[in-house]
Nanobody, 125 residues
Framework: QLVESGGGSVQFGGSLTLSCVLS????????IGWFRRAPGKEREFVASINWNADKTEYADSVKGRFLISLDSAKNMGNLVMYNLKPEDTATYFC????????????????????WGQGTQVTVSS
């Protein structure tokens, strides 16, 4: 299973760190992705990292403000979010994709097999 934590409420320009802990998997060969769903909108890609942690992808809307990382030894993925804006308000989900080539970080929602329940991030202006 995947369990997210670290969500909360912050003001415009604030920072938050989301964490995603994986448990119950026998393989450490996985890519991690973060997605979000804002009220009334479809779930969208935010960031991803390959299992070697040397390839990352970011949505244009968060590039330069969010930083994704992966600690395979701890089975944990993190998403550090800086300079948060009200439009970042959403439920954030982490997801894992196993046995993906290390040559790329997946961005397609359908590539990810396992999902967390989500954690709420609210940014006030």
């Amino acid at each position: 299973q995947l369990v997210e934590s670290g969500g909360g409420s912050v003001q415009f320009g604030g920072s938050l760190t989301l964490s995603c802990v994986l448990s119950g998997f026998t393989s450490d060969d996985y890519a991690i992705g973060w997605f979000r769903r804002a009220p009334g909108k479809e779930r969208e890609f935010v960031a991803s990292i390959n299992w070697n942690a040397d390839k990352t992808e970011y949505a244009d809307s968060v590039k330069g403000r969010f930083l994704i990382s992966l600690d395979s030894a701890k089975n944990m993925g993190n998403l550090v979010m800086y300079n948060l804006k009200p439009e970042d308000t959403a439920t954030y989900f982490c997801a894992a994709a196993f046995h993906i080539s290390s040559a790329w970080a997946p961005t397609n929602e359908g590539t990810f097999e396992f999902w967390g329940q989500g954690t709420q991030v609210t940014v006030s202006s």
